[in-house]
Nanobody, 123 residues
Framework: QVQLVESGGGSVQAGGSLRLSCVASGYTGSRYCMGWFRQAPGKEREGVAA???????TYAAPVKGRFTISKDNAKNILYLQMDSLKPEDTAMYYC?????????????????WGQGTQVTVSS
């Protein structure tokens, strides 16, 4: 059974930083993409950043230059370093696994999801 458990969310003032973690277990595939997504109240879930095992990454335009995705392959932990946070970054953040060798941010391409961790940025 695949489990994805996020942590590291919290409340921070604008300009601050947070580091999210996602511990993955139970997934046995060798070719997959891992990503971070977020969903604000009343809005659709959107992709934030994604990474392949060999290190290739992609970012959504609103977070490029402020967020950094990384992965510890030995420990199966996915990270999202978020700097220069803005109030519009406030959302529930989810990590996800998409099967297959692709690098993208489409929600529909990801089949395994965690429960999420809340990030709140105040002005």
């Amino acid at each position: 059974q695949v489990q994805l458990v996020e942590s590291g969310g919290g409340s921070v003032q604008a300009g601050g930083s947070l580091r999210l973690s996602c511990v993955a277990s139970g997934y046995t595939g060798s070719r997959y993409c891992m990503g971070w997504f977020r969903q604000a109240p009343g809005k659709e879930r959107e992709g934030v950043a994604a990474i392949l095992n060999e290190g290739s990454t992609t970012y959504a335009a609103p977070v490029k230059g402020r967020f950094t995705i990384s992965k510890d392959n030995a420990k199966n932990i996915l990270y999202l370093q978020m700097d220069s946070l803005k109030p519009e970054d406030t959302a529930m953040y989810y990590c996800a696994i998409g099967e297959g060798w692709f690098l993208g941010l489409r929600v529909a391409d990801f089949g395994y999801w965690g429960q999420g961790t809340q990030v709140t940025v105040s002005s």
